[in-house]
Every structure is written in C-alpha cells, then in structure tokens.
C-alpha cells in the first residue's frame, strides 16, 4: 500500500514509519509531492470543465492552478518551519507534509467523475463526499506533527489549526475573488 493511502487509515503509524526512512532528500525530492497534487488538480478540473483529457489541456491547466499549490506550499513551509525540522530537513519536512494531500487529492478525482452539470446527477452527493478530506487531513497533518516534529498532542493541534485556517483562509479568499463574493456580499448587506 502506497504512504499516502497508509496515511488515510492509519496517520500516526505511518508518519513514525516515514520519519526514520530516508534523512535527506534534495529539492527535487521535496517537490515531489507538491507536483504529484498539482498534475491532480489540473487533470481533475480539466476532466470536469472539458470532459477529456489531453497532455497539452493538462499541462495548461496544471501550469494556471499551480498558483493553488504554491499558496499551499507557501504555508507548509510556514507551519513546517522551526529548529525541530533540522533533524530530518526541510526538504524531506515538506515532502513528507504534503503526503497529507491524498484525501483531496482522491476526492477532486472523484469529483471530476462525478461531474453533476454534464450527467445530469444531484451534486448533494459530491458535497457530502467532501466532507471525508475535510475530516481526514486534520487528523494526518496532527499525526505528522507529533511523529515527524515529534510535538506533544496540544502543539501538534495548535499547529495543525494554524495549517488549516491559514489553507482555509486563502481558499477562501481566492474563490471570493474568482467568484465576485464579496461584491455580493457587500450588496447583500447594504
């Protein structure tokens, strides 16, 4: 079974079996994952808005969303950073963080499969699916920061709050912007 999927059902075990693998990995190492989620997301939103998939079409879409992974690890390496890390190093510390990526990396799968506008089904169904991630990833960025970062449970929370209202935030924030929120919500108010 791959890390990732071990992650999903059993986060701390299989944090304390990562963390005393390998030490050292080099910057190509770290971006591993980091690109492994951005050709996901590219694939899953080119499947969904066009209905197929070429490399050319993923490649693009990969390339416009990336800002997405970037703003993602932009936090990692914040809520990651600290003298803890130097023990297995920074790069292997956001390699190892962005295996937690695997819950929403499988739900946009699904997602782009389950595509309510062009089949005709409820999207109730997709939102409730999303639910699963949003349940999951805390509880594997916790079990990291206790079995990589070897923090106690409360630190571990504490920074595992901070990972997923500073995520949320700029999720947030970026849907606002595409979508025009708060315009609406200002004209709603007034």
């Not at 944090?15 to 693998?21: E, K």
């Not at 993602?72 to 600290?82: H, M, R």
């Not at 130097?86 to 937690?100: M, Q, T």
Request: glycine share 6%; hydrophobic share 60%.
């Amino acid at each position: 079974m791959s890390p990732e999927i071990s992650l999903i059902v059993a986060p701390g075990r299989t944090y304390a079996a990562l963390a005393v693998g390998e030490t050292r990995i080099g910057a190509v190492g770290a971006l591993r994952r980091p690109l492994l989620a951005a050709v996901v997301l590219g694939t899953s939103m080119a499947m969904s808005c066009t209905r197929h998939v070429t490399p050319a079409l993923v490649f693009s879409t990969t390339l416009l969303l990336s800002i997405v992974i970037i703003g993602q690890v932009v936090i990692a390496i914040v809520v990651t950073s600290g003298n803890d890390v130097k023990a297995i190093g920074r790069a292997r510390a956001l390699d190892l963080f962005f295996a937690s990526h695997a819950p929403w990396s499988l739900w946009l799968l699904a997602a782009a499969v389950w595509v309510p506008s062009t089949l005709g089904l409820p999207s109730a169904p997709l939102w409730l699916a999303a639910l699963v991630p949003m349940v999951l990833t805390p509880r594997i960025i916790a079990a990291y920061f206790r079995e990589v970062h070897g923090f106690d449970r409360r630190r571990a929370v504490v920074r595992t709050i901070a990972h997923q209202a500073l995520t949320w935030g700029v999720f947030i924030a970026l849907f606002g912007a595409a979508v025009a929120i708060w315009p609406r919500i200002l004209q709603l108010l007034s």
